[in-house]
């Protein structure tokens, strides 16, 4: 894989308020959205709704649906109702698929607090999955546009493709690089992708703006899923909301392992002997595997990898006009590679 140095962010660029600013507004009505006007307004569900969007997320992705918007914008126009829309679409699709993912791994903590399979139990937990997913396809019949029904479309196909993938996947030492990138891709990218360019196309934007910011989305999605994967390996308990290493315990073959595991040595052997016996599901197991990725150079060399794939987003960027939203957008990048949570 081709690897590049990270952009070193300054201060400015990591502080997530003065990046959303050319969107402030907006981004407040989205909140309001969320936990209003939905399918079922009971109170129980309300409370429900309430654990799963005040459980600390940033909103990446609704900055991203509104910055790309903006950022799309002929002179003189500003975000209407429709753009509100697809922000808070892409945000339930989100919190649905981490409703879901917490069932499937029998995760306890969420950002630091109890999830709702956790504190409830998984069927009640897949069924709010499921409204919120609902709430979602409600959002696309209102926005009426073929095209991005299609798009989004896509993203819930590829978000259940990514994680079938990933579950045929587990304890298996022969996971490639396109394989990785590809599951990162349905993961996580594509709904960034969504985000990123589905208000263009409703802002009616050339072409070459709609593939810049879907280009954008794709690698930025992509260094996301990446950092994510590091974090798991450097992440402390406090700062992830979690235990370090469950994707390991989990026999989930990320980047620092992969570049541990393409080597032909003595590091190399022991991390795939780990894995394929299920040893790394052990907590002695783990400290290990994390040992031996820190100490072979697989946590530089996935920090470098991280940095290609910024450098790319930022690229994808040059073609856009320049305003405020398009340099938060490519803010949001440096955001992203620092972030330790």
Same mark, same amino acid.
């Given at each position: 894989?081709?690897? *590049?140095? #990270?952009?070193? /962010?300054?201060?400015?660029?990591?502080?997530?308020?003065?990046?959303? /600013?050319?969107?402030?507004?907006?981004?407040?009505?989205?909140?309001?959205?969320?936990?209003?006007?939905? =399918?079922?307004?009971?109170?129980?569900?309300?409370?429900?709704?309430?654990?799963?969007?005040?459980?600390?997320?940033?909103?990446?992705?609704?900055?991203? @649906?509104? $910055?790309?918007?903006?950022?799309?914008?002929? +002179?003189?126009?500003?975000?209407?109702?429709?753009?509100?829309?697809?922000?808070?679409?892409?945000?339930?699709?989100?919190?649905?698929?981490?409703?879901?993912?917490?069932?499937?791994?029998?995760?306890?903590?969420?950002?630091?607090? +109890?999830? !709702?399979?956790?504190?409830?139990?998984?069927?009640?937990?897949?069924? $709010?999955?499921?409204?919120?997913?609902?709430?979602? &396809?409600?959002?696309?019949?209102?926005?009426?546009?073929?095209?991005?029904?299609?798009?989004?479309?896509?993203?819930?196909?590829?978000?259940?493709?990514?994680?079938?993938?990933?579950?045929?996947?587990?304890?298996?030492?022969?996971?490639?690089?396109?394989?990785? #990138?590809?599951?990162?891709?349905?993961?996580?990218?594509?709904?960034?992708?969504?985000?990123?360019? /589905?208000?263009? #196309?409703?802002?009616?934007?050339?072409?070459? &703006?709609?593939?810049?910011?879907?280009?954008?989305?794709?690698?930025?999605? =992509?260094?996301?899923?990446?950092?994510?994967?590091?974090?798991?390996?450097?992440? +402390?308990?406090?700062?992830?909301?979690?235990?370090?290493?469950?994707?390991?315990? %989990?026999?989930? !073959?990320?980047?620092?392992?992969?570049?541990?595991? +393409?080597?032909?040595? /003595?590091?190399?052997?022991?991390?795939?002997?780990?894995?394929?016996?299920?040893?790394?599901?052990?907590?002695?197991?783990?400290?290990?595997? =994390? &040992?031996?990725?820190? &100490?072979?150079?697989?946590?530089? *060399?996935?920090?470098?990898?991280?940095?290609?794939? @910024?450098?790319? %987003?930022?690229?994808? $960027?040059?073609?856009?006009?320049?305003?405020?939203?398009?340099?938060?957008?490519?803010?949001?990048?440096?955001?992203?590679?620092?972030?330790?949570?």
């Amino acid at each position: 894989m081709t690897s *590049a140095s #990270i952009t070193t /962010a300054t201060p400015l660029q990591d502080d997530l308020k003065a990046i959303i /600013a050319p969107v402030k507004e907006e981004l407040a009505i989205v909140e309001t959205w969320l936990t209003t006007n939905l =399918i079922d307004d009971n109170p129980f569900v309300g409370e429900l709704l309430s654990q799963v969007f005040q459980s600390g997320g940033k909103r990446i992705r609704v900055a991203i @649906a509104l $910055l790309g918007s903006k950022a799309s914008l002929t +002179e003189g126009r500003e975000l209407g109702r429709l753009n509100i829309i697809q922000a808070v679409l892409t945000e339930l699709i989100h919190t649905a698929s981490l409703v879901h993912d917490d069932v499937l791994d029998s995760a306890a903590l969420r950002r630091g607090k +109890e999830t !709702v399979n956790k504190r409830f139990n998984d069927r009640l937990a897949v069924l $709010l999955g499921d409204l919120l997913f609902a709430q979602a &396809s409600i959002c696309l019949a209102r926005i009426m546009n073929p095209v991005v029904v299609g798009i989004y479309g896509q993203v819930l196909g590829d978000l259940c493709a990514g994680e079938i993938k990933q579950m045929r996947s587990q304890f298996n030492v022969e996971v490639n690089w396109e394989g990785y #990138i590809n599951k990162s891709i349905g993961k996580t990218a594509s709904l960034f992708a969504a985000g990123a360019h /589905a208000g263009a #196309i409703l802002n009616a934007a050339p072409d070459s &703006s709609v593939q810049a910011l879907k280009d954008y989305g794709v690698n930025l999605g =992509i260094c996301f899923q990446i950092v994510d994967d590091l974090l798991d390996v450097t992440g +402390e308990a406090t700062e992830l909301g979690k235990q370090p290493g469950s994707d390991l315990r %989990a026999g989930v !073959v990320t980047a620092p392992a992969l570049f541990v595991l +393409e080597k032909d040595d /003595a590091a190399a052997k022991r991390l795939c002997e780990l894995i394929k016996t299920r040893a790394i599901a052990t907590d002695e197991g783990s400290l290990e595997g =994390i &040992s031996i990725i820190k &100490s072979t150079g697989g946590v530089e *060399a996935t920090v470098n990898l991280a940095g290609h794939y @910024a450098n790319l %987003a930022k690229e994808s $960027l040059s073609k856009i006009a320049p305003s405020d939203a398009r340099n938060s957008l490519e803010s949001l990048i440096n955001y992203v590679l620092v972030r330790t949570k």
